[in-house]
């Protein structure tokens, strides 16, 4: 019960913060993907420009860019910025071993705009997680993944991170294994 209010007020919040412009960072400089995918644009369905994880927002924008987090670390941001999509909803779907763990539903009320959510991790929630970003049709329009884990888990336990451990053990990170 409590993650369920806490989606709803996170929901919430995400929603008011949404209508809210934000400015693009000028030295924001879009991914390979990202130019990909304006570029797979043509009839202005809108694009994600961006994406980053990070451990918290300040000012509207990530305060880092990071691929991995130690399990020590309570809570992930997912930052991203969208082109030409006003008036639409974009989803952030948590995944993590293969289950949507969490969504968060984004109302993008102008043509530039930068959206985030965010999701508490479990300390043995470790491994290796992705997020969709949907848009209000449910197309994955972008993803992105991180890796949550400690290094003692991997030296005690190696077995922890292979593919097909439930939500509560592990995940589908496995050193080496390129997604």
Same mark, same amino acid.
């Given at each position: 019960m409590i993650n369920k209010n806490r989606a709803i007020l996170l929901s919430m919040l995400v929603s008011i913060l949404s209508h809210i412009p934000v400015v693009v960072a000028t030295e924001a400089v879009p991914s390979e993907d990202a130019r990909q995918m304006m570029q797979a644009d043509p009839e202005g369905q809108g694009s994600v420009v961006t994406s980053v994880f990070t451990t918290s927002i300040v000012d509207g924008k990530p305060a880092d860019n990071l691929k991995t987090f130690e399990n020590t670390t309570e809570t992930v941001y997912f930052y991203s910025e969208l082109k030409g999509m006003r +008036?639409?909803?974009?989803?952030?779907?948590? #995944?993590?071993? +293969?289950?949507?763990? &969490? #969504?968060?539903? %984004? *109302?993008?009320?102008?043509? @530039?705009? &930068?959206?985030?959510? @965010?999701? #508490? %991790?479990?300390?043995?929630?470790? +491994?290796?997680?992705?997020?969709?970003? %949907?848009?209000? *049709?449910?197309?994955?329009?972008?993803?992105?993944s991180f890796a949550y884990n400690h290094t003692e888990n991997l030296q005690m336990n190696p077995a922890a991170n292979q593919k097909g451990d439930g939500p509560a053990r592990g995940g589908v990170w496995v050193p080496g294994v390129r997604w």
């Open positions: +008036g639409r909803t974009v989803t952030h779907q948590w #995944k993590y071993g +293969g289950r949507v763990m &969490a #969504k968060a539903n %984004l *109302d993008v009320s102008s043509d @530039s705009q &930068a959206v985030w959510s @965010s999701n #508490k %991790l479990e300390p043995n929630w470790t +491994g290796f997680w992705v997020v969709e970003i %949907l848009d209000s *049709d449910g197309q994955v329009i972008g993803v992105n």
